[in-house]
C-alpha cells in the first residue's frame, strides 16, 4: 500500500529552465494538495486539485506556476522560467475526501535548487 | 494577526524528559488541530488531530486543546532521541477545510 509518491525527489535546474514535479496520491484518493515550504518558513497551501478540476489555486504565485492533476497519471506542479527563489520544497498530499479535518498524508517532497 | 503561531525553538531535552510543544490560534471559529512531525529531509507525518477541547491521547503523545485561550499543546512523555524531529501545528482554516495552515515548526532535538 503505497503512500504518496513524489518524483524527483531533488530537482536541479538553471535559472529561466523548466521545472516538473510530479504527484501519484495514494490509491483510491482522488484530491491532492500542493504545498510550499520555503527556508525558515512553515509549509503554506498552493493549490488543491480534483480529476481534471482545479478547485482552489489561491496560493499559487500568479505567474509561472501551475498545475494540473489529469484523468490519467499523476498531478503535475510546473514552474517555468524558474529563479533563485524558488529553490523550496514541494510537497504534494492527497486525501479520499476534499477536506482537511483529519489531515491528509503528505509524500516525502521534491526539493527544488536553482543555480 | 497571523492564524497559528508556534515558537520556532529550537527545543533540546535530554532523553527521558518530558516536552511540551504549544501554538496559539488566533480564530475562535477553529474546530479541528492537528500535529504533524517532520524528520529532515523528509514529509510532514500526521501524529494526532483533536476535535473541540480537550486531551486526546497516544502512547507517549497527549495533544491538548483549550479554547477559551486559542492555545493548543502537544506534549511527549519518556522523550527518546528517535523524537528528534520538528513539530508542527496545523489547523484546517484560511477560510475552508481542505486548506491546512500550518505553524512554522519547533525543532526538537532529545540527548541520549
Known amino acids: 500500500n503505497a503512500g504518496v509518491m513524489q518524483n524527483p525527489r531533488h530537482l536541479v535546474r538553471r535559472r529561466g529552465q523548466e521545472a516538473r514535479l510530479r504527484c501519484s496520491p495514494m490509491?483510491?484518493?482522488?484530491?491532492v494538495y500542493w504545498y510550499r515550504q520555503l527556508p525558515e518558513e512553515g509549509l503554506k497551501f498552493m493549490v488543491y486539485l480534483q480529476k481534471e478540476n482545479i478547485i482552489d489555486e489561491s496560493g499559487m504565485p500568479k505567474e509561472r506556476f501551475s498545475a494540473e492533476f489529469p484523468k490519467e497519471g499523476p498531478s503535475i506542479l510546473r514552474i517555468q522560467q524558474v529563479v533563485r527563489g524558488d529553490s523550496a520544497a514541494y510537497f504534494c498530499?492527497?486525501?479520499?475526501?476534499?477536506?482537511?479535518?483529519?489531515?491528509?498524508?503528505f509524500g516525502s517532497g521534491t526539493r527544488l535548487t536553482v543555480v | 494577526q497571523k492564524e497559528v503561531e508556534q515558537d520556532p525553538g529550537p527545543l533540546s531535552v535530554p532523553e527521558g524528559a518530558i516536552v511540551s510543544l504549544n501554538c496559539t490560534y488566533s480564530?475562535?471559529?477553529?474546530?479541528?488541530f492537528m500535529w504533524y512531525r517532520q524528520y529532515s529531509r523528509k514529509g510532514p507525518e500526521l501524529l494526532m488531530y483533536t476535535y473541540s477541547s480537550g486531551n486526546k491521547e497516544d502512547g507517549r503523545f497527549t495533544a491538548q486543546v483549550d479554547k477559551s485561550s486559542k492555545y493548543i499543546s502537544l506534549f511527549i512523555r519518556d522523550s527518546q532521541p528517535s523524537d528528534s524531529a520538528t513539530y508542527l501545528c496545523a489547523i484546517p482554516g484560511g477560510g475552508s477545510n481542505y486548506k491546512l495552515t500550518f505553524g512554522k515548526g519547533t525543532l526538537l532535538t532529545v540527548n541520549p
Open positions: 498530499a492527497s486525501s479520499y475526501q476534499g477536506q482537511g479535518d483529519y489531515g491528509y498524508t
Open positions: 480564530n475562535s471559529a477553529f474546530q479541528y
Open positions: 490509491k483510491g484518493h482522488s484530491h
